[in-house]
């Protein structure tokens, strides 16, 4: 099974994951405004090891227009942070869901990376990108949201990107295990809303 920490020897997941997204937000145009140093990447354990269910979620730290805190049915509450090694706020937490994740054809997961990358606010300021209407996570579409992260996908592909970048994305769970002995990853607890304390503060 996936684990934390740094074992001498194994494939760190959420490493060579964010090296993906990392190159995929300079090679594709639509994602140029991300700051991956500024997204943790983790992953989660999925209870049951079937094929259907959360691949992957993105949870913005941030709340519209990258307010820090929001009234929440009549109480201001805000998100409990997280920081980087050196201390930095993260504006995002991206998580895949292992082994289900892992579990689908290398088109499937690319597309999968592309569309929780594609729900990042295009101001890049903690909060989702909004669409119009009340479906304002996915738009009108889901279908419609998906073609794109489709398209932009194989756009990245396209591009000819280090195939060594990618290549553990075509091994499913149990032959990823087997070709590097262990896999494992940064984890994060889901992040919580709190009271908010003092006046409201601008998004950094």
């Given at each position: 099974?996936?684990?934390?920490?740094?074992?001498?020897?194994?494939?760190?997941?959420?490493?060579?994951?964010?090296?993906?997204?990392?190159?995929?937000?300079?090679?594709?145009?639509?994602?140029?405004?991300?700051?991956?140093?500024?997204?943790?990447?983790?992953?989660?354990?999925?209870?049951?090891?079937?094929?259907?269910?959360?691949?992957?979620?993105?949870?913005?730290?941030?709340?519209?227009?990258?307010?820090?805190?929001?009234?929440?049915?009549?109480?201001?509450?805000?998100?409990?942070?997280?920081?980087?090694?050196?201390?930095r706020e993260y504006l995002y937490l991206l998580n895949f869901y292992l082994p289900r994740f892992l579990d689908h054809s290398l088109g499937e997961k690319l597309t999968t990376?592309?569309?929780?990358?594609?729900?990042?606010?295009?101001?890049?300021?903690?909060?989702?990108?909004?669409?119009?209407?009340?479906?304002?996570?996915?738009?009108?579409?889901?279908?419609?949201?998906?073609?794109?992260?489709?398209?932009?996908?194989?756009?990245?592909?396209?591009?000819?990107?280090?195939?060594?970048?990618?290549?553990?994305?075509?091994?499913?769970?149990?032959?990823?295990?087997?070709?590097?002995?262990?896999?494992?990853?940064?984890?994060?607890?889901?992040?919580?809303?709190?009271?908010?304390?003092?006046?409201?503060?601008?998004?950094?």
């Amino acid at each position: 099974m996936a684990r934390t920490g740094k074992p001498s020897a194994g494939l760190h997941f959420t490493h060579a994951i964010r090296a993906v997204c990392e190159d995929m937000t300079r090679r594709v145009e639509l994602l140029s405004h991300i700051d991956m140093s500024r997204v943790a990447v983790g992953f989660c354990q999925a209870r049951k090891r079937v094929p259907h269910g959360l691949q992957a979620s993105l949870t913005p730290l941030r709340f519209e227009n990258g307010a820090r805190d929001s009234l929440v049915r009549g109480r201001r509450y805000t998100c409990q942070s997280i920081f980087d090694p050196s201390g930095r706020e993260y504006l995002y937490l991206l998580n895949f869901y292992l082994p289900r994740f892992l579990d689908h054809s290398l088109g499937e997961k690319l597309t999968t990376i592309v569309h929780e990358l594609w729900h990042i606010s295009e101001k890049f300021d903690g909060d989702l990108r909004r669409h119009e209407g009340r479906c304002y996570v996915h738009g009108p579409s889901q279908r419609e949201f998906d073609r794109t992260a489709s398209r932009l996908a194989g756009e990245w592909l396209a591009s000819e990107p280090p195939t060594e970048l990618y290549a553990f994305l075509r091994y499913n769970f149990r032959d990823l295990v087997k070709h590097f002995g262990q896999v494992y990853g940064e984890r994060y607890p889901v992040p919580k809303l709190v009271a908010a304390r003092g006046p409201t503060k601008e998004a950094c």
